[in-house]
Nanobody, 129 residues
Framework: QVQLVESGGGEARPGGSLRLSCAASGRVPMSYPMGWFRQAPGKEREFVAIIPTISQTTYYGDSVKGRFTVSRDNARKTLYLEMNNLKPEETALYYC??????????????????????WGQGTQVTVSA
């Protein structure tokens, strides 16, 4: 069983930056793609980014392209999300998650939370002046 624990959330000013981490333990699925989602109060869970294992395309949600960067360190069993130029509307609980299927990512499936089978508890990001 996989355990995922996010950290690094907090408060940021509009235009500021934060770096989130997601530490994996247990039966660590470093051969699986790993993703980030976020969920604001009263809204659906939103896809942010997904990263494959190696040598494959990384995908981002349209609203974060060019500002967020997802990366992973398999040796440290850790996933990261670098967030720059943050906006107030990006205030949300940010989750990391394990994609169900190993290997090549099907981009038609990445935004569906049902395609992920392990989730962390989330880390809160608040962007305000």
């Amino acid at each position: 069983q996989v355990q995922l624990v996010e950290s690094g959330g907090g408060e940021a000013r509009p235009g500021g930056s934060l770096r989130l981490s997601c530490a994996a333990s247990g039966r660590v699925p470093m051969s699986y793609p790993m993703g980030w989602f976020r969920q604001a109060p009263g809204k659906e869970r939103e896809f942010v980014a997904i990263i494959p294992t190696i040598s494959q395309t990384t995908y981002y949600g349209d609203s974060v392209k060019g500002r967020f960067t997802v990366s992973r360190d398999n040796a440290r069993k850790t996933l990261y999300l670098e967030m720059n130029n943050l906006k107030p509307e990006e205030t949300a609980l940010y989750y990391c998650a394990k994609f169900k299927t190993p290997g090549v990512i099907d981009p038609l499936r990445i935004a569906d939370p049902e395609q992920y089978d392990a989730w962390g508890q989330g880390t809160q990001v608040t962007v305000s002046a």
